[in-house]
C-alpha cells in the first residue's frame, strides 16, 4: 500500500509539472521593454579662439576721431547646443549677460547678434533675438523657443555670434569719456535654460 501512495504521489508531480510548462510555452511569447531618453542641455562655444579682442581705430590725421571699424567687429564665434526637453510644452531659452568683475567702459556699449540656426542638424531649434542685444550684466534671451533639438557642432555649424564695440549712445556724446589705458577683459556667459 505505502508503494501505490508513493507511484500515486510520483504520477501528480509529475502531471503538475507537465502542466506548468504547458502554461508557459506555446506559440507567442512576451516580455517587458523600458526605453529611456535622457533630458539633454548642453551648449558650447566654438571658434580658433574664443578669447577675441575688439579696438577702436586710431585716427592717422590730426583733428580726426577715433572710429570703430573692422576692428571693433567680430564674427568668429559659433554657439552650438543640443537639447531634449520634457514633454510638449516645455521649451528653453539661450540667454547671456557680462558675468564676473569686469565692466564695459565708460562711453562704451557691447553688443552681440546671434544668426539664423545653419541647416544642420535637426529639431526645434528656437529664433534668435531680432536685433542685437547691448550687453549687461542682467541676463537677455538671444534665443528664445529651443525644444529637442541639436545644432551640429564646430565652426559653421549652429549661430554666428557677431560683436560689436561702439559709443554708448553716440560719438558727440561719449567721446569725452574714452581713457586710452583702461582695457577691460569682460566675461561673457551664455546659458541654455527650461523657460
Known amino acids: 500500500m505505502n508503494f501505490k501512495k508513493l507511484f500515486f504521489a510520483a504520477v501528480i508531480v509529475l502531471s503538475a509539472n507537465a502542466s506548468f510548462a504547458q502554461a508557459t510555452d506555446g506559440k507567442?511569447?512576451?516580455h517587458l521593454v523600458t526605453i529611456?531618453?535622457?533630458e539633454i542641455a548642453l551648449l558650447d562655444l566654438?571658434?580658433?579662439?574664443?578669447?577675441i579682442t575688439l579696438a577702436g581705430t586710431a585716427p592717422t590725421e590730426a583733428g580726426d576721431p577715433m572710429?570703430?571699424?573692422?576692428?571693433?567687429t567680430n564674427s568668429t564665434i559659433w554657439m552650438n547646443y543640443s537639447s531634449i526637453v520634457k514633454g510638449t510644452a516645455l521649451l528653453r531659452n539661450v540667454s547671456v549677460a557680462i558675468t564676473g568683475t569686469g565692466t564695459v567702459p565708460a562711453g562704451l556699449k557691447l553688443s552681440v547678434l546671434a544668426s539664423d540656426a545653419t541647416a544642420d542638424g535637426a529639431g526645434t531649434?528656437?529664433?534668435a533675438a531680432a536685433t542685437e542685444l547691448?550687453?549687461?550684466?542682467t541676463a537677455q534671451s538671444i534665443v528664445t523657443g529651443i525644444g529637442s533639438t541639436y545644432t551640429g557642432t564646430g565652426v559653421d555649424k549652429g549661430r554666428k555670434l557677431t560683436y560689436k564695440l561702439d559709443y554708448a549712445t553716440g560719438e558727440s556724446t561719449d567721446y569725452a569719456a574714452l581713457r586710452f589705458d583702461i582695457i577691460a577683459p569682460l566675461t561673457i556667459t551664455y546659458t541654455?535654460?527650461?523657460i
Not at 566654438?46 to 578669447?51: D, I, K, R, V
Not at 572710429?67 to 571693433?72: Q, V
Not at 547691448?134 to 550684466?137: A, V
Open 28 to 30: 507567442a511569447a512576451s
Open 36 to 38: 529611456s531618453i535622457p
Open 46 to 51: 566654438e571658434a580658433a579662439s574664443t578669447a
Open 67 to 72: 572710429t570703430f571699424g573692422a576692428a571693433a
Open 125 to 127: 531649434k528656437g529664433t
Open 134 to 137: 547691448i550687453l549687461t550684466t
Open 192 to 194: 541654455l535654460t527650461d
